[in-house]
Every structure is written in C-alpha cells, then in structure tokens.
C-alpha cells in the first residue's frame, strides 16, 4: 500500500468526497481533455497524493478550499500536474536504444542534416544521452540537431541548466558515449559541446498544431509516455509522430507501448531496442498507410491551380481580392463544411471559410488536399509563413502534390528564395 508523506494511508472515501464536489470528475476530464491521460492508469492513490502534495504547499488543509483555487488558477493546475506525473529518469535509461541509435547514425551519416526528437524529454537525461551518443560519433551542431520537448516548464529548465546528482548514472557500459557524462565529485555537469547539440522547448503532446509545425525528424524517441494515455489520445499522438518522421526513420517507444497494426510499423532488430520503423511497403507511401484508420475524404482528381485570381500557372498572382474558385468536387459533394467553406471563399469572405476548413482538420488532417486548401486560404488572408506550413506539411503527405508545389514554388521566388524555387520547378515539372 501506499504511503503517504505524512505517514498515513490513503484515505479510501477520498475519491467519493471529491467527487461529491465535482473535483474528482473535473480532474479525470481535465487530464483526459487537454492531454489524452487515462486516469485509471494513475488510480486513485496516485491523484490522491499529488493533491495532498499540493495542498501542503499552499498550506491547504480544507478539499473543499483547494478544489476551489485549482479551479481559478492555470499555475496551479500545471503545479499539480507536475507533481503527478513528473518522476526521476536517469542517463542511457535501456542502453540498447542508444547503441541502435548509433547503428542508425552510422549508416545515414553523410544525408542532410539530421534531425532527432524526444518527447517527452521530463528533465533532460535522455537528450543529453542521445548528445553524449552524437559527440562521441563525432557529431557536430552542423549536422545534426535534437530536438527535446516537455510540457512542463519547470522540468525545461532543469533540463537547461544540465546539473545533475551523479545518481542519474546508474551504469555505465564500454561505449564511449559514458565517457561523456562522468560524474565529478558527486555531480554530472553538462558541458557546452553538447548543449550546443540540444534544443530544449515546452510543447503539449497533444496539441496536433504544434507538432505539425516541426520540420520532419528522422529518429524519435516517445518513451513510457503513451502507456499513461487512453486509447484515442494513444493513437492520434502516434499518427501524429508518424507524420513528422523520415520514411526510413525509427520510432523509439516503451517496452510496454504496442502501436495499433492499423500504422504499418515493425520492430527495428536489436534485443532490449524497442523501435519501430515503417513495413517497406508503409516507406514507400507513407501518407496512405498514416491515413488508412481516419481518412474519410474520398482520393479526388487533382483540381487547377488554387491560388486567388490564377488562370494557368505563369500567371498566378497573389495581389488584388483574394478569391479562391477551385477546390476538390468530389470532397464539396459530400462534405457540407466543404461547400461552406468554398462558398464563402468565392465571396471573398476567407476568414469565414477558414473557420469551416478548421473542424474537418480533426479528422482529415493527413489529407494533402486539405493541407493545400487551407495553405490558399492562410495565403490569401496574408499569412504567408503559416501559408507556407501547410504546403510542406501537404508535400510531406504527398511529395508530388503539384498544387502544392507550385503555390510553394511561387511563394519562395515571391521571398527572394530563388535556389529553392529551382528546385521545387524540377519537382513541378516531374510531377
């Protein structure tokens, strides 16, 4: 049984009281809402205990008087949060994930800079494994670069300043990577050669938007995070990570977090490595085996050019009012937030159709077609950057999407970006 910091038992009628005022309810759809947590998993004790933590700080005895400041006040509501899920980790945590992660770096060194993920990065042992793995390969920041991103800030920070008891190295094997991280009288001190590797961010899992908006990454680490999750919230996450790694990339997870089959991976061959990459057939069309479980949108001809006022492709022009006139049939058949969306588009009134286009992104966000639409939109209303977002993000579903290579193409030669423009012509012109 657990016990708590006061020496006593967890008190059985706690959840029942709090559920009596509405706490133990609003809690369990608050973690299961805003970040896709499965409260079962955690079980009462668990939440029962970060509450009482929590209630001590502030100096709270009274449930009642506590429920009541967590209802009003975002800082403790991310206190809280903190004090439930944040737990100790250590450095090279299952070893065998960073001596695949060597094997993998080893064979793809040369290629564009190289991009990895972890996520969630808690205080930062495991980014900075994975930079001690990197330096000791030889690695420098002008080849290759992690990403590492938390919700909570307070772990962020931690992970910032790079100081750690020597008790976070709990082994240490023949590799050279240890070397990189011994302990000096008691302490791990984080030296700038790797920090200059690192690049620490608070970000929510769950939130779809922010992750679409990361350049694609060829390894990522998602470890003992989903495991917490309920089903949904599991597999949209994982969809979404899909969507941000390299075909050939490889996708750490726990040793208990199984993906769905409905996501085409398979297990990376390394015993105690538990990563997955994608089945060759899943490689070679990434987008149709992400979308196979919730793409609805039926595969559409590819429509003319989208852009306001284009009539062939070299004359497209962005100036003037906007007016979009061209969108998938097929789709605005069946999809009465298509037809609104494009009817309003066709008066002009974008912001308006945006918002239409906005709810069937829940649902539809890997379609390409979508993404295009959208990227119009953005463009028209001004928003050239976010623009821009959402044709790479359609080119990644669908890397000869013509649409969106020639409304990209024309906003990089608009930007000066000539030398990438040339590039995207060649891609146009092979499409």
């Not at 990577?177 to 790797?194: C, F, H, Q, R, V």
């Not at 100036?319 to 049939?329: C, I, N």
């Not at 669908?398 to 423009?421: R, V």
């Amino acid at each position: 049984m657990e016990v708590l910091a006061d020496g006593g038992a967890p008190d059985a009628g706690w959840a029942k009281r709090l559920n009596g005022m509405d706490f133990g309810a609003s809690l369990v759809e608050w973690l299961s809402r805003d970040f896709g947590l499965d409260s079962t998993v955690f079980g009462d004790e668990t939440l029962q205990s970060a509450v009482v933590m929590r209630q001590r700080i502030l100096g709270l005895s009274d449930d009642k008087d506590y429920f009541e400041r967590w209802q009003i006040d975002p800082l403790e509501q991310r206190a809280l949060l903190e004090e439930l899920l944040v737990g100790e980790t250590w450095f090279f945590r299952e070893p065998a994930a960073f001596s695949l992660l060597a094997e993998w770096l080893q064979r793809h060194r040369g290629q564009a800079p190289l991009r990895i993920l972890t996520l969630p990065c808690a205080t930062g042992e495991e980014a900075w494994s994975i930079a001690a793995v990197l330096k000791s390969m030889g690695f420098g920041p002008d080849e290759v670069q992690v990403d590492a991103m938390d919700i909570h800030a307070a772990a962020i920070e931690t992970a910032r300043r790079g100081l750690y008891p020597a008790r976070r190295l709990r082994l240490c094997g023949p590799e050279p990577w240890y070397s990189w991280l011994t302990p000096k009288e008691g302490l791990i001190t984080i030296n700038a050669d790797l920090k200059a590797l690192v690049n620490f961010m608070t970000v929510n899992a769950t939130d779809r938007d922010a992750m679409l908006q990361c350049r694609p990454y060829d390894v990522i680490f998602c470890r003992n995070m989903l495991i917490y999750m309920h089903g949904r919230a599991r597999f949209t996450v994982l969809q979404t990570l899909l969507m941000r790694l390299q075909p050939e990339g490889l996708l750490f997870l726990g040793h208990a977090e199984q993906p769905s089959p409905e996501l085409d991976l398979m297990r990376a061959s390394r015993e105690g490595a538990f990563a997955w990459k994608r089945s060759p057939k899943a490689a070679l069309e990434p987008s149709s085996a992400l979308d196979k479980r919730l793409r609805v949108l039926p595969k559409v001809k590819r429509p003319a050019p989208l852009m306001a006022g284009s009539q062939g492709r070299n004359s497209v022009s962005t100036s003037g009012t906007p007016k979009v006139s061209l969108a998938p049939r097929e789709i605005l058949e069946e999809h009465v937030l298509w037809k609104e969306a494009l009817a309003l588009a066709d008066q002009g009134r974008l912001k308006e159709a945006y918002e239409r286009v906005g709810p069937l992104e829940l649902q539809h966000g890997m379609n390409p077609d979508l993404q295009c639409f959208a990227g119009v939109l953005l463009g028209a209303l001004g928003h050239i950057s976010e623009a821009m977002a959402r044709f790479r993000r359609a080119l990644y579903l669908n890397p000869q999407h013509s649409e969106s290579l020639l409304h990209l193409l024309l906003l990089l030669e608009e930007k000066g970006e000539h030398e990438a423009a040339e590039r995207l012509k060649t891609r146009l012109t092979d499409s």
